[in-house]
Structures are given as structure tokens and as C-alpha cells.
């Protein structure tokens, strides 16, 4: 499979900040097709874009040059969350999905000329997996690779840990990705998805089939919580799968609700990563 | 009753290991990432604690078992009441043979063929059967006597023995005298309760030297036994002992026999294997004799408890087996 299969287009609402070249509306002047305005030929000495008919009627009898708004590139940062649990995963790990998502946004992202950069964290902020954000055509793997390299561990993911990621790049403007399956105490969390107010946050959840629908058949079922430690036994019947399934259900209700109050959607990854449902995502619900 | 003890103690210092299955490995129990999710489940702690519980049980049957628990060798006392009887049975190749019998009349069925152990057997488990209160001893004899039974009124254990006189072929060699001095000896030593007999089972008679002659007439009059003859006859030819006077020629080694039982001072009485009625009139008059409660201490030997610890640690394991079949194995 290649990349450019996984590809998926995203846009970012409103104007950006970017100066390079790139794909999004931006203030800077440049080359481009939208017009922005009038300036003297004395200031943008270029006389290719004399607009005449302005010039002529230019109060100051000036030579007067068409400018236009630049496309730019903008920086996308993915936090991605690296605890136990992220490595749990009945036929592939959660975070190979988080890898194949990697991928295909580093293709995405090349494709338009934005740079990427990845902040990992579990309970606390992991220096080891930080990369910059640089634009290329392998960024992509070199972040898949990253992520799929880290150790499994029983580091718990944490709050705290996200809080430290986001205190990086609050105030700078750009796409983020928050990777994460959010199994961690929840209290809190508006706190710090309120700090990244002036970004398009994406909460990217990302669950596994196994732990958000119970085995079909019943029998005894001891688990072991990836990261607690915690062991815990059931004789697994129709009731109890049915509380788990609301329990999933009640936890999607939680993270939809905390996430609406940040005027923030999040995109569920169950199972495998898919592109084109990201893609569709953005279509329906960034304007 | 004795108590329990042990054959290897020093095994029981494993005991601690049945606390094994306390310990939790990784192994028995998959990683999930959120157990909030999980709903607490009494029934599956019951059947944890169950499985723990019995997997203890297991460990500690086996190393209990291991240690061989059982109750040591001990002697009970009894009490009996009825005449000793020594059966001195004959075990000879002879006695393999069958019985030859006169040709059927006309009109009658003919008598099947028997061997004469057979018969013999036959008659003696009847008369175990009439007499279980009564104390027996079993010896076989053919060169040399072979000791089956000590005195016991355990009637199973005569039998078992009379029954194991089936197997295989005996010698050629016939020693009468040294099989009647073993079943004299048997009584040597014992007190007196009640009337005593041997029952001399042979399908021959033997030719005993003076000397002998001497010591079998002492020691029956020593011990106070009366000796009964069950004579097996082997063909029609035979002779019939019960019509035999005392005076008879002697001739025949048989009748030479008899004659000299006859002249015996002791009890003296010759019945044919093949008349049953003849063999009750000698139980009767067996038992008409006195009869003391008697007191005596019979071994019991060892009784071992630790197949019952490994088939107990077996069925828990079967549980254990029944149990874990239901264990998921993986998620979705």
C-alpha cells in the first residue's frame, strides 16, 4: 500500500498567519490569485502589475500596482498519546493506527506544502519522541517510525501529560491533532483544550474494537488494566455485556460534550485508520 | 484405632508450595487499556476465589499423598467361638486329573467330568459357607507343605486361598507326612477353645515310616485333634473307605492309611468327597464338640491413605480442567 492512497485533504477555516507558500488563505501579500488591494509603485516596484485604470484615477496621480493575498503553508502539530494503553490492541496495536495515520498525514501535509511536528506524551511530556515541525516528503515515516518505536512500558497517560504538550504550542496558530484514546481522568480537560483557542483543534480518538465491544462468547474473562496494574474478573454474561457497551457509549457521551463546550468534534479511529472518512470530516464540519 | 502418620514425612516441609496459586502471574489475565469500562463482577471473584481455593486443594493433595498418610500396622483383638479346623489339602499332580466314574445306566444322564480339585473345592467352599463362625486354617501340600492361611475366622481369606490352588499343575511328589506334621504344628502353641480337627483332603494314600507314624500319633493326642479323611476317589475302582473295617488288608496304600488313622487313639472319621451328606454329619459332629469363646489378636496390616489423596487431587484437577476450558483466551 502506498501513501498516497491513504491521503486525505484537510483546510483550516478563516485566514492563517503563514508566511511560506502554501495552500491556505493568509494575510501575506504575494503571488496569488485573490487581489488584495492597491500600492504604489514605489513600494512594490514591479512593474508587471501597473493597473492602469487605478492609476488614472489615483488621487495622487501615482502609479498605483495591483498586490494580491498569498496562499500559505501553516504548521500542523500532532500530540500524540504514547501510554500503556496506547500499545494495547487485540490484532494491531492502537498505535500502529496512530502510525498509519502518521503517514498519511506527512503525504497529506507534502502534498500541501505544510510542515508537521510531533509531541508525544504519557504521564508526562516525552522529550525523546519530540520532533520540530519541518515540511518534507518523508516526514511522514520518519514520524511513523518514531511512534511505532516507542516502548511499551506501563507508563500511565495522563492529563498532566497532555497539559504539558499543549503549553508548547498554545498561541501559535495551525492545525493540532490530539491522538489520543482519552483513558485518563477527564476532570480538567476543558481547562486545557481552552488554551489552544485560536487553533483548529482535532481530537483524534482512538479505540480499539476489542475494548469497546465485549467478546461475543461468555466465560470467565480476567483483565489486567495496561497501566494500574489492576486485575479484574468477570464471568462474562449478556448483562454484563451489556454495561460495558453503555459504559463505551456513556464515555463517547462525556467526550463528545467536553469537546462541543471547546467548540471542538472529535473523530473516532475504532479499529483501523481511514482516510477517507478524515477527509469527509473535514468537508462536513470545518467550514 | 492408630493415628495417622506418615510414611515419608520430610515431604510435608513442600506444604507451603499449595500457597502457589495465590501468587498472580501475567500470564493469567489479558492487558486491557481502560478497566473503568469493566463492570465489578461478584460472580467472576466467587470463581476466581473457587479456582484459587481448589488449586490449592490439588497442590496440598498431592504433596500429602507424596508423603504416603496412613494408618501404621496394628493388631485388633477378636473374639471367636467354634472349632479349628485345619484343612490339609493335598496339591498334588494327581489331583488335576478327573474323576472317572462308572458308564451311565441306560436312561440316565451322564455325570459330568470334574476334576478332583475341582470336586474338592467344591465341597470345602460348601462347608466355608455352612461354618463362617468357625476358625480355619489353610495348607496345601504336595513334596513340602505350603502354609496359605494361619487360624482365622476371616473365611474370605481361606477361600481366596482354596481358590488359588486352581492355578497351575502340582508336583508329581506326594509327602503326606510332612503336610500332616505342618497342620499339627499349626496348633502348637495355641490355647485350647474349642474343638480341633484337621480335614485331610487327598485322593491317595502314602506309605508313612514307623518314625513318622510316631510323631503323628503323638501330636494329634498332644493337641487334642481329631482327624477327618475326605477321601476322593479316582475311579469306580477305587476303594470305598467308609465300608473299610480296621482289619483290611493293607495292601493298598489307601487302606493302609486308613488302617492306620482307625488305629489311632484319636478322633477318627474317613468321608467320601462325593457325598455330601456324609461331609454335614462330620459338621455336626464337629460341632457337637465344646465350643469356648476364644480371644485372639489378628494384624492388620498398614492402611495407605494416599490413593485417596491423588484420586481427590485428580478430581480437583478435572474442576481445575472444567474451569479453565470456559477462560477466555483473547479479546473480540
Not at chain 1, 143 to 167: F, H, K, W, Y
Not at chain 1, 265 to 271: D, H, L, Q, T, W
Not at chain 2, 128 to 143: E, I, M
Not at chain 2, 185 to 197: E, H, K, L, Q, V
Request: aromatic share 8%; proline share 5%.
Amino acid at each position: 500500500m502506498t501513501a498516497g492512497m491513504h491521503e486525505f485533504l484537510y483546510k483550516i477555516p478563516g485566514i492563517t498567519d503563514g508566511y511560506r507558500p502554501g495552500a491556505h488563505r493568509s494575510r501575506s501579500r504575494g503571488a496569488g490569485m485573490a487581489f488584495a488591494g492597491h500600492a504604489r509603485l514605489f513600494d512594490y516596484p514591479d512593474p508587471r502589475r501597473i493597473d492602469l485604470h487605478a492609476s488614472l484615477s489615483s488621487l495622487h496621480g501615482e502609479w498605483l500596482v495591483r498586490t494580491s493575498q498569498q496562499r500559505s503553508a501553516v504548521v500542523i502539530k500532532v500530540v500524540v498519546d504514547v501510554s500503556a494503553s496506547m500499545h494495547f490492541g487485540a490484532s494491531t496495536s492502537k498505535l500502529e493506527v496512530v502510525a498509519d495515520f502518521l503517514l498519511a498525514l506527512g503525504y497529506s501535509a507534502h502534498r500541501a506544502g505544510d510542515s508537521v511536528g510531533l509531541m508525544a506524551f504519557d504521564h508526562e511530556f516525552r522529550e525523546d519522541l519530540y520532533m520540530p515541525a519541518r515540511s518534507g516528503r518523508g516526514i511522514g515515516n520518519a514520524m511513523a517510525a518514531t511512534v511505532r518505536a516507542s516502548t511499551a512500558g506501563n507508563a500511565p497517560g495522563s492529563l498532566q501529560g497532555l497539559s504539558e504538550c499543549i503549553d508548547r504550542i498554545a498561541g501559535s496558530g495551525g492545525l493540532v491533532f490530539l491522538v489520543s484514546d482519552f483513558h485518563y481522568s477527564l476532570d480538567g480537560l476543558a481547562t486545557v483544550l481552552d488554551k489552544l483557542g485560536d487553533l483548529l483543534v482535532v481530537p483524534l480518538v482512538v479505540w480499539d474494537k476489542a475494548e469497546i465491544e465485549p467478546p461475543a462468547e461468555g466465560g470467565l474473562l480476567s483483565v489486567r488494566d495496561a497501566e494500574s496494574g489492576r486485575i479484574r474478573r468477570l464471568w462474562l454474561r449478556d448483562e454484563l455485556q451489556r454495561q460495558w457497551r453503555d459504559k463505551v457509549a456513556r464515555r463517547r457521551d462525556e467526550l463528545g460534550a467536553l469537546f462541543a463546550a471547546s467548540d471542538m468534534r472529535s473523530f473516532y479511529i475504532e479499529g483501523g485508520f481511514d482516510a477517507e472518512a478524515l477527509s469527509k470530516y473535514f468537508l462536513e464540519h470545518v467550514v | 484405632m492408630p493415628p495417622v502418620d506418615f510414611a515419608i514425612p520430610q515431604l510435608l516441609a513442600l506444604l507451603p508450595m499449595a500457597l502457589l496459586p495465590l501468587l498472580r502471574r501475567r500470564r493469567d489475565s489479558l492487558p486491557f487499556p481502560w478497566i473503568g469500562w469493566l463492570p465489578r463482577d461478584p460472580v467472576g471473584r466467587l470463581l476466581h476465589l473457587t479456582w484459587q481455593l481448589i488449586a490449592m486443594l490439588t497442590l496440598g493433595f498431592i504433596i500429602l499423598g507424596l508423603a504416603m498418610p496412613g494408618r501404621s500396622e496394628t493388631r485388633i483383638e477378636r473374639i471367636g467361638r467354634g472349632a479349628e479346623i485345619s484343612i490339609l489339602m493335598d496339591r498334588s499332580s494327581s489331583m488335576d486329573a478327573t474323576i472317572r466314574r462308572n458308564a451311565p445306566k441306560l436312561g440316565e444322564q451322564a455325570q459330568p467330568s470334574q476334576s478332583k480339585n475341582d470336586a474338592v473345592r467344591k465341597t470345602l467352599s460348601w462347608l466355608l459357607d455352612q461354618r463362617p463362625q468357625n476358625r480355619f486354617a489353610l495348607t496345601l501340600f504336595n513334596t513340602a507343605p505350603i502354609r496359605v492361611a494361619p487360624f482365622s475366622d476371616d473365611v474370605a481369606l481361606v477361600q481366596a486361598g482354596l481358590n488359588a490352588s486352581d492355578i497351575g499343575r502340582g508336583s508329581n511328589e506326594t509327602n503326606m507326612g510332612l503336610g500332616l506334621m505342618a497342620a499339627i504344628d499349626g496348633f502348637n502353641g495355641r490355647s485350647y477353645t474349642g474343638s480341633r480337627a484337621i480335614l485331610l483332603v487327598s485322593d491317595g494314600g502314602a506309605r508313612l515310616d514307623d518314625d513318622l507314624r510316631l510323631r503323628i500319633q503323638r501330636g494329634l493326642k498332644r493337641n487334642r485333634i481329631s482327624l477327618y479323611f475326605i477321601y476322593i476317589q479316582s475311579s469306580p475302582n477305587s476303594p470305598n473307605l467308609e465300608l473299610v473295617g480296621t482289619d483290611a488288608d493293607a495292601s493298598l496304600e489307601e487302606v493302609a492309611l486308613h488302617v492306620f488313622f482307625a488305629n489311632l487313639d484319636s478322633e477318627y472319621r474317613v468321608f467320601q468327597a462325593d457325598d455330601p451328606e456324609s461331609m454335614a454329619a462330620a459338621i455336626v459332629e464337629i460341632d457337637q464338640l465344646q465350643n469356648l469363646p476364644l480371644t485372639y489378636y489378628e494384624r492388620v496390616p498398614r492402611v495407605d491413605y494416599s490413593r485417596a489423596c491423588f484420586i481427590a487431587a485428580l478430581s480437583c484437577c478435572i474442576f481445575l480442567a472444567g474451569l479453565t476450558a470456559t477462560r477466555l483466551e483473547r479479546l473480540a
